[in-house]
C-alpha cells in the first residue's frame, strides 16, 4: 500500500471514523491541511479507540494483527494494522536500517520482546527481512535466559545484537561477569528507550568493538515516526516521507516550530493507515530540529517522564544531568526513580546501578558515601524546590540506593527498564 495524499486521508477518516468525523465536525468541508486540523487528544483517543465498537477504527476489524501498546498512557490499549500496512510499515523501517550501519551479510540477534499481542520483536524481524541488504535473522528474543542466549550468540557469532537498551545492558552485565568474549559483536542497535552516557559505559565494556546506534523511532501506536541519520549523535533522526509526516509543535500554543533548537512535542501523522487512522497524534516525545539536514530532528526525551514528590516536580533527565556531572569517573551504569511514602511524607530513592566488577565507585573521592553525597548536591542544585521542601518538612530527604543493573525493576512485557518506580500505597 502506497502512502496517500494528506486531503484523501482526512476526508475518509472523516467520513468513515466516528472519532474524527466528531473530532472534525467544526472544521469546513474541505480543511487539508495539517495545521487546519485540532491536536489529538491522547486521553480521548483511547477512550473512543476500544478493542470493541471502536469510534476510530474506519471499518470492521475483520483483516488485521492487533498489538498491545502502552502508548504515552501507561495503561495497555490495542493497535491494529491491515497485511498491506504492516507490509509497508516493516518495509519502510526496514530501509532505514541500512543507516544503522547493517551490511550485506550481518548476523542479526533480534533481542527485543515477544508474546502477549507485543510488537517490537516481529516487527524487527520482518524489518530485517524487508531490508534492502541481504542479512542472517537469529530470532533468540529479549525473554530468552542469558544462560543460552550467550552461548547462542558466541556459537552463531552474532555481529549485530538488536534490543532495548535495557536488555542490551542486562546481556553486557552477565557477560562480563562470567568473562566471557563476544568479540564477533560490532553492532549495537537499540531501540524502545533512550541510550544513557551511563549505560554506553556498561556496554563498551562488554563489547568493545561495537558502536551503538539507534535501531529507528517507531512505535506501534504512532507507526512511523524517524530513521537513523548516520553520526554521532544517535539521537537524530529524519522522517519517514512520504509515509509519514512529523511535526514539532510548541508546548504552550500547539503552533508548528521550524526553527532549529527550540523544543517541542512531536505530533505525527501516518499517511499509510487507513483501519486506525493516526492523524496529529502525540508521539510522547520531546525533540527539536537540528537544521543540519531535510527533516532532521533530536530526540530529546519523553514529554512527561517525571514524577511528583510531595509538591516537587522531577523529570528523569534532571536525574540523569545530575548523575553525569557528579560521576565524573564513570562508575554508574545504570538509574532509576523510587518514590516512596511513610511516617505520612513522600520521599524519593535515587537507586544506582554499578558495573559488575565495580565494587567501590568513586574510591578516590571517598567511595559510594562522597559519589551518593555529589549526586543529591546536584540534584538539590537544579531543583531547589527539594531542598526547600525537605526543611519545611512536605518531603523525606533525597536518598541514593545501590544495586546492579539486574536488580533495576523492568517492564515484565516489553524489558524496558521502568525509569520511574511508584512503590507509595494507594487506596
Not at 524481524?125 to 535466559?145: F, Q, T, Y
Request: glycine share 10%; net charge negative.
Amino acid at each position: 500500500m502506497s502512502a496517500q495524499q494528506l486531503s484523501d486521508l482526512i476526508r475518509f477518516a472523516r467520513h468513515n471514523s466516528p472519532f474524527y468525523r466528531d473530532l472534525y465536525a467544526s472544521l469546513p468541508p474541505h480543511a487539508d491541511r495539517l495545521t487546519d486540523l485540532p491536536v489529538v487528544d491522547q486521553k480521548e483517543f483511547w477512550a473512543a479507540n476500544t478493542l470493541h465498537d471502536s469510534r476510530v477504527l474506519t471499518g470492521p476489524l475483520s483483516e488485521a494483527t492487533v498489538y498491545k501498546t502502552g502508548g504515552t498512557t501507561g495503561s495497555p490499549k490495542f493497535s491494529v494494522y491491515t497485511r498491506d500496512e504492516w507490509r509497508t510499515f516493516v518495509t519502510s523501517f526496514g530501509q532505514g536500517l541500512v543507516d544503522t550501519g547493517l551490511r550485506p551479510g550481518h548476523r542479526v540477534a533480534d533481542l527485543f520482546y515477544a508474546g502477549e499481542l507485543y510488537a517490537s520483536f516481529l516487527f524487527v524481524l520482518d524489518s530485517l527481512a524487508h531490508a534492502p541488504v541481504d542479512n542472517v535473522r537469529l530470532p533468540i528474543g529479549g525473554g530468552a535466559p542469558l544462560e543460552s542466549t550467550i552461548p547462542t550468540l558466541r556459537d552463531l557469532a552474532a555481529q549485530v545484537l538488536a534490543g532495548t537498551p535495557t536488555t542490551l545492558c542486562r546481556l553486557a552485565e552477565q557477560v562480563i561477569s562470567c568473562g566471557v568474549r563476544l568479540d564477533s559483536v560490532e553492532l549495537l542497535l537499540f531501540g524502545g528507550e533512550a541510550l544513557f552516557d551511563d549505560q554506553r559505559r556498561l556496554l563498551a565494556g562488554a563489547f568493545p568493538r561495537a558502536e551503538a546506534r539507534s535501531v529507528g523511532y517507531a512505535s506501534v501506536d504512532a507507526g512511523l515516526l524517524g530513521r537513523p541519520v548516520p553520526g554521532s549523535d544517535a539521537r537524530v533522526h529524519r522522517a519517514f516521507t512520504p509515509y509519514s509526516v512529523v511535526e514539532i509543535l510548541d508546548d504552550s500554543t500547539d503552533e508548528p516550530i521550524t526553527e532549529p533548537g527550540r523544543p517541542g512535542r512531536v505530533v505525527v501523522t501516518s499517511l499509510f493507515r487507513r483501519l486506525m487512522p493516526i492523524i496529529r497524534y502525540p508521539a510522547g516525545d520531546r525533540a527539536e530540529w537540528t537544521g543540519t539536514g531535510p527533516g532532521h530532528f533530536r530526540i530529546l526525551g519523553r514529554a512527561e517522564e517525571g514524577v511528583r514528590v510531595g509538591p516537587v516536580s522531577l523529570y528523569t533527565q534532571d536525574a540523569q544531568d545530575a548523575v553525569a556531572a557528579a560521576d565524573t569517573a564513570g562508575h554508574v551504569v545504570g538509574m532509576q526513580l523510587v518514590v516512596r511514602r511513610w511516617d505520612g511524607r513522600d520521599g524519593l530513592v535515587l537507586r544506582l546501578a554499578t558495573a559488575p566488577r565495580d565494587d567501590a565507585p568513586g574510591e578516590a573521592a571517598g567511595g559510594r558515601e562522597a559519589l551518593a553525597k555529589a549526586v543529591v548536591t546536584e540534584l538539590e542544585t537544579v531543583r531547589p524546590l527539594y531542598p526547600d521542601s525537605v526543611r519545611a518538612g512536605f518531603v523525606h530527604p533525597l536518598s541514593v540506593e545501590w544495586a546492579r543493573h539486574r536488580d533495576l525493576a523492568v517492564n515484565p512485557r516489553s524489558g524496558k527498564l521502568v525509569r520511574v518506580l511508584d512503590e507509595r500505597p494507594t487506596a
